[in-house]
């Protein structure tokens, strides 16, 4: 066990060390930019990466909009769970987010698909819709980045071959954009 502790701890470095910093200011400046200008701003993934999308609104909804005149609208497309439910019941789970947008996607809003293989299907059909609709996309990333990492205007890319550590690296971005954006 301790060996396997300090190989995940050894990964978790590595991981640190690939983080691209020009990757996330460009980011949280998109973000911010929404913000002033009105835009909203979803966010979605499955499983785990699911858990940081409603993470990610948490903190930026409350964490850094909490008693400014101007808030941001990030809008976790994975928390309506009835809606997902009735989509993936009676069409199928590969639009579940998707057929969200088309019902709120606007113009210049920004759409932040976090997928750590980067290739979750329904995670593709959500930012190609967008990308097809004029909005900003960006892919929250692990691995070599897969689809989503060539498919989204904006990339975060943890770059480590492990999933889970790819995951503590979107968490780690998730802060990062709740620092430079309070």
């Known amino acids: ?95 579940v987010f998707v057929e969200q947008l088309k019902n709120l996607l606007n113009e210049g809003d920004i759409v932040i698909g976090i997928s750590g293989s980067g290739n979750s299907k329904n995670v593709l059909l959500a930012i190609e819709y967008a990308n097809n609709n004029n909005a900003i996309t960006v892919g929250l990333t692990g691995f070599d980045g897969g689809q989503l990492k060539k498919m989204s205007k904006y990339s975060f890319n943890a770059a480590i071959n492990d999933m889970q550590v790819s995951e503590d690296m979107h968490m780690v971005f998730v802060h990062l954009m709740m620092k430079c954006l309070s």
């Open 1 to 95: 066990m301790l060996t396997i502790a300090n190989d995940y701890l050894s990964l978790l470095q590595k991981g640190i060390g690939n983080i691209d910093i020009s990757e996330v200011v460009q980011i949280a400046s998109l973000i911010n930019d929404a913000c002033k200008n009105g835009n909203q701003v979803f966010v979605f993934g499955n499983g785990g990466s699911g858990s940081t999308a409603s993470h990610f609104a948490c903190d930026i909804n409350k964490g850094v909009s909490y008693s400014k005149g101007k808030r941001h609208k990030i809008i976790c497309l994975n928390d309506n769970i009835p809606t997902m439910l009735a989509y993936s019941n009676d069409i199928g789970y590969e639009i």
